[in-house]
């Protein structure tokens, strides 16, 4: 079956690392998305592709890079971690035809020290 | 940007009770999903229900465009519904990333 799946489940990290999640989806769609769930936020955009080569801004985008090499992966990257970065990560995926409902990932709990 | 209001916050209800949860948004949709967030995390697609109404066995929803907002209607509720539902909308196209509300925290007792 399809699916989206992310790693590593759960991360800690020292402030100032490099971090680099990985979202990965066998559907074939070209739009994927990186939001971050906080705590009374919500699930907020951090950064969203719609297709190979193509990355955009979101809400909370500073920190963060993302680059789109092929349709089936959406790595998300912290440049320089900072424990304002501490966070469960999710990653989504849609098509571009038809309805665009959006599947998520499992998630990824980023803790950072 | 598009604003999503969802109501209530929390809700407590005794196993077997029903229930209607809101989402008001701000602006015209081409997407509106209704999700369920697990005790373990994990974002559960419910409808992807930008107008109309839908069911699927003990839960329903139903959007008035129109009107701007969207009902989730739990029946007969039971233990495994507790958790966050959220409401996500996209505006333009619907291809574009979702605005979340806040949620509304279920749970359910026995």
């Known amino acids: 079956d399809a699916e989206i799946t992310q790693s590593p489940r759960h991360k800690i990290t020292e402030t100032g690392r490099q971090v680099t999640l990985a979202c990965h989806q066998t559907?074939?769609?070209?739009?994927m998305f990186w939001y971050r769930q906080d705590l009374g936020h919500g699930l907020r955009l951090i950064h969203y592709?719609?297709?190979?080569?193509?990355?955009n801004k979101g809400e909370v985008s500073d920190g963060y890079s993302v680059s789109r090499s092929n349709t089936e992966d959406l790595p998300l990257t912290l440049e320089s971690a900072a424990s304002s970065q501490t966070s469960v990560y999710f990653c989504?995926?849609?098509?571009?035809?038809?309805?665009?409902?959006?599947?998520f990932g499992p998630g990824t709990r980023l803790t950072v020290t | 940007g598009i604003q999503v209001e969802q109501s209530p916050p929390d809700l407590i209800l005794q196993e077997g009770a029903n229930s209607t949860l809101r989402c008001n948004f701000s602006?015209?949709?081409?997407?509106l999903q209704w999700f369920h967030q697990n005790p373990w995390g994990q974002l559960i697609n419910l409808f992807y229900?930008?107008?109309g109404t839908k069911q699927n066995g003990r839960l329903s929803a139903t959007t008035v465009a129109t009107e701007r907002y969207s009902l989730l209607y739990i029946s007969s509720s039971q233990t495994t519904d507790s958790g966050v539902y959220f409401c996500?909308?996209?505006?333009?196209?619907?291809?574009?990333?979702?605005?979340f509300g806040k949620g509304t925290r279920l749970s359910v007792i026995a």
């Open positions: 989504a995926s849609s098509d571009t035809v038809g309805t665009y409902e959006q599947y």
């Open positions: 559907w074939n769609h070209n739009n």
């Open positions: 592709s719609y297709g190979v080569h193509d990355t």
């Open positions: 602006d015209s949709v081409n997407n």
């Open positions: 229900i930008p107008s």
């Open positions: 996500a909308v996209a505006t333009n196209s619907g291809n574009t990333p979702l605005v």
